[in-house]
């Protein structure tokens, strides 16, 4: 695995973003991008994470895990 390339510098007050990509040895690349910050409604503190990926979607909502 390489080390992920930022693909923005992320200073404060910017801090809560993060863009990256990540090149496994095998060749499979995976693009990181995320907030910290919402303007939505307030998530648990373990927070609500979507992975998409090429034959589905994983869904993280606090302790529990559904997988799709």
């Not at 910290?36 to 409604?41: D, H, Q, R, V």
């Not at 979507?50 to 034959?55: A, G, H, M, P, Y």
């Amino acid at each position: 695995m390489t080390t992920p390339q930022r693909l923005i510098d992320v200073t404060p007050p910017a801090f809560h973003r993060e863009i990256s990509t990540i090149e496994f040895a095998n060749g499979v690349v995976a693009a990181y991008n995320d907030s910290w910050c919402s303007t939505g409604k307030e998530t648990p503190w373990n927070g609500h994470w979507r992975f998409e990926c090429e034959r589905g979607v994983i869904w993280l909502h606090g302790q529990w895990r559904n997988y799709r």
